[in-house]
């Protein structure tokens, strides 16, 4: 009941204000959000209507405790806490004084307590805990501290999201749902491999709820997703733009770019052209290329000019096969990218793979349009460049592993631009896109609103 009546306050409550949307003109969690985000809200979705658009609106609910314990047990430098579920905790003195409550910022939430000052053998005086909230008295401590006692206040609920000494992404598939100290129960999302042949890029439409669950865990799972039903209107399509995290400034655009062919003598990018483009990722010559890429169809009256989508995993594991001297190559020997125009000169070093430590595709970073002379490698370096290069590119360029589609007027695809390339046939005719990039720390952020995180 008391759910439903704050439910109903908060819709009302988006109404008239933005302070619940989290995509808004700026893109990004209002102060009040995150207050209630970092109290121990949870979120919940409901429609909001801009210009004749549905969209999923972010909204704050403020819940009651559903972390109780039974009991707690003082150890030599520990605190073990006993939980009604049957389960227990056990959380370090030092742990404990490190992340008091009351250390905190009252609006920032950060940090205000320096954690080298804490001692290591510091202990509490007394501990004790009511329905909700956990309370430890501590000593003096060796004048680290303002006053010669302090008082910590820990919420139950923050206590059993944030306890440690294990991994979820190593526990068993019964604890895939675990609990954000933010929001509520996060789903982890497994990336799957896929190959063109019998794979189709999941859709959804935009006239439905959106955003929603279900587009971002395909996006995590797939690198890649369809939308339909796209708005014309540019502002309305920079809102839709805007659900998958703060759109990225360069050096293209403020935020928003257009992409369609214009006079040879204006060409600052070959995706300015009618020519076609191989498989490859965007923006290798930065530091961190962006998360995401965002095409939405304007125009879309050529011949030819599909698009076409490789998924970075499949090629690494197929380049294993075929070469491993290959993959090997060019998973360990950094490679330098660089974009030149008037008054702009970007470079960065990568690998085409990074990988983790269980040899899985974290990164693909590679476009041979846009990669720099191999000055300063040694001879016969750049002598395995060149002769592992095929292998690679014929992988690329694999009629197995990529999917072409061909793009409509009012769809848009949105890649994951660092796990799955994207190319384009050459075409005649009128062919005309808007865009955007969006920073990956940005991306999962929205997905953790969502209740959707990628499993590492």
């Given at each position: 009941c008391c759910f439903n009546i704050q439910l109903k306050q908060l819709v009302t409550k988006s109404?008239?204000?933005?302070?619940?949307?989290?995509?808004?003109?700026?893109?990004?969690?209002?102060?009040?959000?995150?207050?209630?985000?970092?109290?121990?809200?949870?979120?919940?979705?409901?429609?909001?209507?801009?210009?004749?658009?549905?969209?999923?609106?972010?909204?704050?609910?403020?819940?009651?405790?559903?972390?109780?314990?039974?009991?707690?047990?003082?150890?030599p430098s520990k605190l073990q806490l006993n939980w009604?579920?049957?389960?227990?905790?056990?959380?370090?003195f030092m742990w404990l004084r490190d992340h008091c409550p009351q250390s905190m910022h009252k609006t920032s939430r950060q940090r205000m307590l320096k954690t080298v000052d804490i001692p290591w053998n510091i202990k509490p005086t007394s501990v004790s805990f009511t329905s909700d909230e956990l309370v430890v008295e501590w000593e003096h401590g060796d004048g680290c501290f303002d006053h010669s006692t302090h008082r910590s206040v820990f919420s139950l609920d923050w206590l059993h999201s944030n306890q440690y000494g294990f991994h979820p992404n190593l526990e068993s598939e019964k604890n895939c749902q675990h609990v954000n100290a933010l929001l509520e129960q996060v789903e982890f999302v497994s990336p799957i491999t896929w190959k063109g042949q019998g794979f189709d890029i999941a859709k959804y439409s935009v006239k439905e709820l959106f955003p929603h669950k279900d587009v971002f865990r395909s996006l995590l799972r797939d690198g890649v997703v369809h939308l339909t039903d796209m708005p014309t209107n540019r502002d309305d399509i920079r809102h839709i733009l805007q659900q998958f995290g703060l759109l990225r400034r360069t050096f293209y655009a403020d935020d928003v770019w257009d992409l369609?062919?214009?006079?040879?003598?204006?060409?600052?990018?070959?995706?300015?052209t009618t020519i076609m483009l191989p498989p490859h990722t965007d923006c290798t010559y930065h530091q961190e290329p962006p998360g995401l890429q965002l095409f939405s169809c304007l125009q879309n009256k050529s011949t030819g000019g599909r698009s076409w989508f490789v998924d970075g995993r499949a090629i690494y594991n197929r380049l294993k096969e075929v070469s491993?001297?290959?993959?090997?190559?060019?998973?360990?020997?950094?490679?330098?990218?660089?974009?030149?125009?008037?008054?702009?000169?970007?470079?960065?070093?990568?690998?085409?793979?990074?990988?983790?430590?269980?040899?899985?595709?974290?990164?693909?970073?590679?476009?041979?349009?846009?990669?720099?002379?191999?000055?300063?490698?040694?001879?016969?370096?750049?002598?395995?460049?060149?002769?592992?290069?095929?292998?690679?590119?014929?992988?690329?360029?694999?009629?197995?592993?990529g999917k072409r589609i061909k793009i409509e007027e009012n769809e848009m695809i949105v890649v994951d631009n660092h796990r799955c390339l994207h190319a384009r046939e050459a075409f005649a005719g009128v062919r005309e896109f808007v865009g955007a990039y969006i920073d990956m720390d940005h991306f999962h952020s929205q997905c953790r609103l969502y209740g959707v995180e990628l499993k590492r």
């Open positions: 109404q008239f204000t933005s302070h619940t949307l989290y995509t808004s003109h700026t893109s990004h969690t209002s102060h009040s959000m995150l207050m209630a985000l970092r109290k121990g809200a949870v979120v919940a979705t409901s429609l909001m209507s801009k210009n004749n658009l549905q969209l999923a609106v972010p909204l704050i609910l403020m819940r009651s405790c559903a972390s109780t314990l039974t009991s707690c047990n003082l150890l009604t579920t049957g389960s227990s905790s056990t959380f370090s369609k062919p214009v006079d040879p003598d204006d060409v600052n990018d070959t995706a300015m491993p001297e290959a993959a090997r190559f060019f998973r360990t020997t950094p490679l330098e990218f660089q974009c030149i125009e008037d008054n702009i000169y970007i470079k960065a070093t990568g690998t085409v793979f990074t990988v983790d430590d269980s040899d899985n595709l974290t990164m693909f970073r590679y476009n041979n349009d846009d990669r720099a002379p191999l000055a300063g490698m040694p001879s016969d370096t750049v002598d395995a460049f060149y002769y592992h290069l095929p292998a690679l590119t014929e992988v690329m360029m694999s009629d197995e592993l």
